[in-house]
């Protein structure tokens, strides 16, 4: 019955999208066409603006479509290496601002990705996951700076060199710390679950923020400034073919780009693979019914400690990088609202699958970073310019509230996330009509 | 030789003895049916043996193994293997997935190896993917294998779960009601499978059923609970005439019906 429901409007337009694309040289010749058109576009407009944001969100689109047309395999990787690995850092030559942009989106898609193997496979409500982001942060902010010295006193910092040694120290340390949190909180579910998380995510920050006596160990509510970049060794070759001289911030912007790049790949490799492994479909085993689970001898403490530690692992890593990019973290960066922030891009892009959390994280961070503010400030533009807007009205102040609507007009109209797990689509339509599975087993 | 023996099993719930001190031995290669009035204590027994209740009194040996402190998954993974009474598939995964779900203790490639794709990995997901579909074909799904399983009509819900519960190799199956909710056409191949089950596959079946044709015509042996106590056991010849049992189902003062197959 639920295979022959009428599709939700948004795939069925894909599907005859895609469909027709997939048909003969149709496909191919209007991909390269749009991708030559935002490139051009993106080029000759490099100014920071409205226009140019949307720009920018079309040119991203090109990913999305790509993915969900029906060519060649080889076609879809030229045509995003092209996007993201020649055009887009070209691009970050003229205006560095979007560079920034598309490698801090990046970073969020990692987490979210990290996040949705919790929340998204297993199943687990984490609502404190921005803890091992920070610890990540942290380890490599202290080792890297004087700071250390303040810990352990007549220490020193790490050469910079030892930053990709810290990636990996990062990725251990946060699986660990994923761990120690699953511990506690294994007999939980649901609510209490999300609770216990939310107050572990807590604790860190609060830690974080009162760790500067009576040893100093993260300098307290003042943070962790001058941290150190990692050494680039290809930084002749970089100039070499850059098209004008870079100073050494552009390069690092580069350098943070493609690095960040590289580690969202292979971490969509990562999960994908786990996805369709033992251990993934344990996860999900979990998540649809843990008795259930139990009964194919699945061992439950073991698989979802495992989702604890693999999903932290992602952001220890990022962490890592974070800091090294940003020079400066204090505890504020790591609160609340950003693992919220980071559930949002998981559940409005489609809880459980890959594509969608990677679409998820990209949208909330353009909307974070982009669409929101720039609406604020064409509509404060539009009132000193006369247009009857109350004075007190502060369009600033509204871009949190505008993010939270669009949040709820999403839950209502679409719950399953913009591009559900094919197995997920479904089921939140339906279980209105259907008889639960207690009452049917009752009536047996 | 006795594959499971379970003695003196009393469980408690409250003031409500579910099970009361009930003894089964079930030989190797047997087919087994436990029956007894709604309430009567014989899915809390299967909790029990599987691991989900811990017995607040006596002791459960399998395959020679006592298996009192196991974890239900450590019972499972020993080839102990149960299909619900209120199906509890994995909805929303394939019919595939539900099956390979259930092969999870013959799987062991380590974190790495999935990670790298290694070639043991590979040829030890197509193993599994192999065996899976074998089992499909086994209870006639293996051409609804991508659909979701809550998709799947009633009938099919069922062998999907007996398809699960033999990807582990089982050497017990226990199955909890494998014909509830099914009309006479689906009951008889339901028959047919938990026979094939045993005669083609040689797992050892125990089953709770109401479907008395179905009990008469299959088991080998049959134990009938009431009120949590074991109350007889024998052959169907024996357990047709029990005038026990014939009370138990039909109350009190029908036992001088006896030869009357209680319905
Ligand atoms: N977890 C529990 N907590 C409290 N009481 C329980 C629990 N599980 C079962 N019971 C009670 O134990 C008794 C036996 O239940 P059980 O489910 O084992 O019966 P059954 O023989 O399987 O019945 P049916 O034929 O209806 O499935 C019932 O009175 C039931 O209400
Ligand atoms: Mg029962």
Redesign the interface.
Known sequence: ???SSPQTGGTGAWDRLSGLLGRGPGGYAFLSLYLLITSLTLLLNPRTSLLTDVIFILFLLLLLIVYRTRVHIGFKVALGVIALGVVLPYFGTLNPYYIDVATQAGIYVALALGLNVVVGFAGLLDLGYVAFYAVGAYIWSIFSTPQIGAMISGAVPVPNVWFYGFILVGLMIGGAFGVLLGLPVLRLRGDYLAIVTLGFGEVIRVLAENLDKPINITNGAQGIKDIARPPIFFSGALRAIGLRQLDDNQLYQFFFYFMVLVIVLITV??VG??KN???G??W??IR??E??????????VRMKL?AFG?GASFAGTMGVVFAAKQLFINPPTFDLLTSISILSMVILGGLGNIPGVILGAVLVTLLNLQILPRIAEILRSAKSAGVPIPQSFDPTQYQRLLFGLLLILMMIFRPEGILP?D??R??LHEDEDEPS??S????? | MALLEATNITKIFGGLTAVNDVTLTIEQGSIVSVIGPNGAGKTTFFNIL?G?YKPDKGDVIFDGKPIGGL????I??LGM??T???????????VL?NV??????H?H?P?WN??M?SPS?RRE?GR?RDRSRELLRFVSLDNKRD??A??LPYGDQRRLEIA?AL??DPKLILLD?PT??MNPNETMDATNLIRRLRDQLGVTVVLIEHDMRLVMTISERISVLDYGTKIAEGDGQVIRSNPRVIEAYLGKGAAGMAGHPPA
Not at chain 1, 291 to 300: C, D, E, R, S, V
Not at chain 2, 84 to 94: K, P, Y
């Open positions: 019955m639920a295979t490799m990562i693979r786990l492994s033992r251990i479909r344990a999900t085993a649809e019914d008795t259930a689970a139990i009964a194919q001898g699945i061992p439950l495992m693999v797990e197995r997920r479904q089921e599975e207690e049917a087993g009752a009536t047996a | 599987t989900i974890r239900p998954d450590q499972a993974a293997r149960r619900f009474q209120n199906i509890r598939l994995f909805h929303n995964m394939t997935e390979l779900v259930g092969m999870h203790t799987l490639a974190i999935i990670i794709r990995l997901e599994a659909e979701l809550k998709n699960r990807a582990g009601e509830a909710g």
